[in-house]
């Protein structure tokens, strides 16, 4: 069975600062993983989409690595900014179609 | 290009009553997935379509929750009777078929049952 870990849970950083949010997943068999970010009371936006045959993936200041083997992805934002704050989400699609995701990393940019 | 549209957005029901939540999927994409969230935990898958056909509905909690999908357009998730437990944020998302395609979510229907 498939489980995804976010660590961590909450961070709060002060703004301008480089931060990393850390997912672990435990089936290194999948098609893909997906960086959404949720502000409160709001939808999912999809931040990045990474295949499993790709190392990265870039979006403006957000960097997405993924690690297969070691069942690992990282989100690396750059130069935060208080509109960043959000609870960010990873998701692995294994086989089949279904995402598993983790339980998010709450992210707090201060100005 | 129109997103995933939800509603309600929000829905507060009695205990024992019925609700029937929407979806209706960026036109064209034959997925079309219902996930859950409640209070402290992860997302979690409930049922999935591929057009009008449910693909996998094995994340259906019980059989209190119903979920159609007409003609392969919009879906319907309906829960009889609602309990306290079934409070959450419901999700749905669509996507093209292909193992390259990632989701697109709606904004969720936040549902409170007292």
């Known amino acids: 069975k498939q489980e995804v870990t976010q660590i961590p849970a909450a961070l709060s950083v002060p703004e301008g600062e480089n931060l990393v949010l850390n997912c672990s997943f435990t089936?290194?068999?999948?098609?893909?993983l997906q960086w959404f970010r949720q502000d409160p009371g709001k939808g999912l936006t999809s931040l990045l989409l990474i295949q499993s045959s790709q190392r990265e993936q870039t979006s403006g200041r957000l960097n997405a690595s993924l690690d297969k083997s070691s069942g690992r992805s990282t989100l690396y934002i750059a130069a935060s900014q208080p509109g960043d704050s959000a609870t960010y989400l990873c998701?692995?699609?294994?086989?089949?179609?279904?995402?598993?995701f983790g339980e998010g990393t709450q992210l707090t940019v201060n100005p | 290009e129109a997103g995933v549209t939800q509603f309600p957005s929000h829905s507060v029901i009695e205990k024992g009553q019925t609700v029937t939540l929407r979806c209706d999927p960026i036109s064209g994409h034959d997925n079309l997935y219902w996930y859950r969230r409640v209070m402290g935990k992860e997302i979690k898958f409930l049922l999935h379509?591929?057009?009008?056909?449910?693909?996998?509905e094995s994340g259906m909690p019980n059989n209190r929750f119903l979920a159609e999908r007409t003609g392969g357009t919009y879906s319907t998730l309906k829960v009889q009777p609602a309990e306290l437990e079934d409070s959450g944020v419901y999700f749905c998302a669509s996507r093209p078929t292909g193992v390259r395609y990632g989701y697109t979510f709606g904004s969720g229907t936040r549902l409170t049952v007292v």
């Open positions: 089936d290194s068999a999948i098609y893909n």
């Open positions: 379509f591929v057009k009008e056909s449910k693909q996998d």
């Open positions: 998701a692995v699609r294994p086989s089949g179609s279904r995402l598993t």
